[in-house]
């Protein structure tokens, strides 16, 4: 039995994601899993995220492959010049550093490790969010363009660092 099969057969709403929302969760898992693997020792946290990046600083000079990741957070994140609700349903942790995420959405920390930083704690959390069970809960909608957003940011800090 694949596993396609089985979700469209007994999880809600599976049913109703188109292929890109499908194709978008698959690939952020298998990018998560290799991201943690190169980047994080196998390890994924917070703190091996800052760990990771503030070693690597020198090669986050060139902070353009990530401004569109920053671009579409900050518009979803952020009204009116303050965050939204929709902030809220990241869940932060008590160690997850919601202050440091927050300061780079706002524009208050223009810093080029430290949103590299902010960005792959949004991608920790939507991966804290979907492997625990509580994408699931809306059914994984309006889930495409954060999968697709996360993957852009684990990848290009990926091919970044490794140059």
């Not at 290799?34 to 060139?62: H, K, P």
């Not at 929709?86 to 430290?114: C, K, P, T």
């Not at 590299?116 to 979907?130: D, G, H, M, S």
């Amino acid at each position: 039995m694949l596993a396609e099969d089985w979700l469209e057969r007994s999880q809600p709403g599976y049913r109703e994601l188109a292929q890109g929302e499908r194709s978008a969760v698959a690939g952020f898992s298998i990018i998560w899993s290799v991201f943690e693997a190169a980047a994080l020792s196998g390890s994924g946290s917070v703190r091996s995220i800052g760990q990771f990046i503030d070693g690597n600083r020198e090669a986050l000079v060139d902070f353009a492959p990530l401004q569109a990741p920053l671009d579409y957070f900050q518009d979803r994140y952020v009204e009116d010049g303050a965050i939204n609700l929709r902030f809220d349903h990241l869940n932060f942790r008590r160690n997850d550093n919601r202050e440091l995420v927050e300061a780079v959405l706002l524009g208050r920390n223009d810093d080029n490790a430290e949103k590299a930083k902010a960005l792959l704690i949004i991608v920790y959390r939507l991966r804290n969010n979907l492997f625990h069970g509580l994408k699931w809960a809306y059914e994984m909608r309006d889930q495409q363009a954060n999968f697709e957003h996360g993957i852009l940011v684990m990848t290009n800090v990926l091919d970044c660092c490794r140059r």
